[in-house]
């Protein structure tokens, strides 16, 4: 089955406004099951803007002005969530490699990533592209919907960390034993200390031998020391049905769930478009906007049973997602070049580069890899309230408005501490950082 990739796109350019959704669909083909990008899960909305005429440092788009602001960028983010401090102190990921692994790539990437570095004054990006098997041809909607996630990635990894390498490794095609094979190219050949994985699928949608051979790669991967993060979905509760056809049933998604991974939900984050002064934070669930499933996915696994880490977190026996969350929503997106212009991502896909270039900030602070991260954030999470490590979300829900058939998939409810609605919640990098450094690497695999 096609991988699908978990993300909506909005389209900036700041003027006239022209708006029109779409439903992505999984791309299949009769070789074998796999994701699409999770830009292709949900609507796309499209907004024709630009930049303002007198940019002011890094406000360059009229979105960053609106109150509150409807769209960030680096410094914004960097602020909010508590990076900046860190890397005033030199902290930026150097000598620390992100793996980021996608479908298909992008023919622009390297325009995109110039631009995006040009317009808000970064360093350039160091990054390498590799597509160990080839790439094969696809649908035009498929490989467009994949070149945008592979810019949000890159650029967006690179945005928060800007002294880590990125090496973005590029599967042939969105099938899943075509994605695991570039997996394991990164893992076989220890490419990076960190590896982001923004596409999923429901559990039931991806073949038992599949899900095998995934698991055997991800307990390999924490057994170097590598961390392993994945978005946890764009539809709640749901999954696109497994057959392609209109719908979503409820499911968490894979490779979310494997407790080796870091399970990444979604927020929408509120803070000043100029200044990035963190303000608060609600459930990510655009889907009344939308009038579709658009929510960040949380759930319960019904392939592994609960790991230890999350014993004191929640009374299911099973392997609940997400663990954390990060800003996710389109009309609260982060700004990024692709093709030529600048669009403003949301989606959970938006999160898990994110979250990797946060770790390799930890893996620079620790001078060594730090594994499997899930066992420290369950254990910081109940630090005394002074520590701070996150920002616990109890407000929202991502309950969906549809699935597709006329029926509706509940979710869940944010709430203090725990939930399947934003996990332990959103870091707050420049306390959760040193923590997550002191606390011994976590190098057994769990499951």
Known sequence: ??????????????????????TGSAHRTAAGHGMVPDTLRAPNIRQQIWEVSQPTGTV????????????????????AYGTQS??????????????????????????????????????????????????????????????????LDVEWAHAIAPGAKIALVVAKS???????????????????DVVSQSFGEGEACMASADLARQHTLFKKAVQQGITLFASSGDQGAGQPNC??????????????????????GGTTLHADGVTGTYQSETTW?????????????????????????????THDRTRDVPDVSYNAAVFNGVITAWNGRFYRFGGTSAGSPQWAAITAIVDQIARGRVGNINPALYTLAKLPAQY?????????????????????ITGFTAAPGYDMATGLGSPNIGALAPLLAKLPPVTTPTG
Not at 174 to 192: E, R, S
Not at 388 to 408: K, Q, R, Y
């Open 243 to 264: 057959d392609g056809s209109n719908g979503y049933f409820k499911s968490t998604s894979t490779p979310a769930s494997d407790p080796n991974v870091t399970s990444v």
């Open 388 to 408: 701070n490590p996150f920002h616990d979300i109890a407000d929202g829900s991502n309950n969906s408005v549809t699935d597709g058939n006329g029926g509706t």
């Open 285 to 313: 669930n655009e889907s009344a906007i939308f009038g579709d499933a658009v929510a960040g996915g949380g759930g319960q696994s019904v392939l592994f049973t609960r790991p230890s880490y999350q014993a004191a977190a």
């Open 86 to 151: 860190l890397l005033a102190a030199g902290y930026d990921g150097t000598g620390k490699t992100i793996t980021i692994i996608d479908a298909y790539g992008s023919p622009t990437l390297a325009s995109d990533v110039a631009k995006f570095d040009t317009v808000w004054g970064l360093p350039a990006t160091n990054y390498t592209v590799t597509a160990p098997f080839g790439i094969d041809a696809t649908t035009s909607d498929n490989a467009s919907g994949w070149a945008g996630e592979t810019s």
């Open 60 to 79: 360059r788009f009229s979105c960053q002005l609106t109150v509150p602001a409807s769209c960030y960028g680096p410094d914004q983010m960097r602020t």
């Open 174 to 192: 969105n099938n899943d034993a075509d994605i695991l094979d570039a997996t394991q190219y990164a893992i076989d050949n220890n490419v990076g």
């Open 1 to 22: 089955m096609a991988r699908r990739r978990i993300a909506a796109v909005a389209l900036i350019a700041l003027a006239a406004v022209t708006v029109a959704a779409t």
